[in-house]
């Protein structure tokens, strides 16, 4: 015969005890077996905290250290480990959406899995303030595509184009794609251009939204007509 103890999925306790069962031998002599306590059982999977990444959007090539702990109070751990270990950076080096996962494991196998969706994206330079001249209806913008370092990235793979203008009054339709404007031998220097058609704008604050690349992310800049 066997005795069991009945504990849970997620429990993890060391005062378990087995049921009882009485026993009898082919004279008719019975005794009860059990119950037996003081059984450590594990039957819960280790605990993770992550504290870095973060489910936000860093800057392409900027520099975010893996930051993240297990703890198990049953077994003990096993195995503790993420996408990189704590304390290196994780990856920033493209862009796009990722994600950091960090995996625990139990001295009696009960794993566990925790993972953190982040983004990167680029850093936006404006090269001066936007200038609304108000005989030609137009805004001027004038930006670079850079990395966290502020070194300059823009190129004619990476399209810049307008998505929207928001305004105190609502949303209002904008369209229309920056300009890359490339001085000769001057790669460093080059810049998107955007005029954009503000007619029939009150006077007031608005914001202009704006898309980079394929995968860059969303990004704005506030603009004032006077």
Request: hydrophobic share 40%; with cysteine; proline share 6%.
């Amino acid at each position: 015969f066997s005795l069991s103890t009945s504990v849970p999925n997620g429990i993890e306790t060391a005062s378990a005890s087995t049921a009882s069962r009485t026993v009898c031998n082919a004279a008719g002599l019975c005794a009860t077996a059990g119950p037996i306590g003081g059984i450590q059982v594990d039957r819960a999977a280790p605990r993770i905290a992550i504290g870095s990444p973060a489910a936000t959007t860093y800057t392409l090539n900027q520099r975010v250290f893996a930051a993240y702990s297990c703890a198990d109070a049953g077994s003990g751990l096993a195995s503790c480990a993420g996408s990189v270990a704590n304390g290196l950076p994780i990856d920033t080096t493209s862009i796009g959406t990722k994600s950091f996962a960090v995996h625990a494991a139990d001295a009696t196998g009960n794993g566990a899995d925790l993972s953190v969706a982040y983004s990167v994206g680029y850093r936006i330079c404006s090269l001066f303030q936007p200038i609304t001249i108000p005989f030609l209806h137009r805004t001027f913008f004038a930006l670079q595509i850079c990395d966290a370092a502020g070194a300059n990235l823009s190129l004619p793979a990476i399209t810049v184009r307008v998505t929207g203008v928001r305004s105190s009054q609502g949303p209002i339709a904008a369209g229309g794609t920056f300009t890359l404007i490339s001085p000769p031998a001057q790669p460093k220097l080059t810049f998107y251009a955007l005029g954009l058609n503000t007619a029939g704008y009150l006077p007031g604050m608005y914001t202009l939204d704006f898309a980079a690349g394929t995968a860059g992310g969303s990004y704005s800049i506030p603009f004032v007509i006077r």
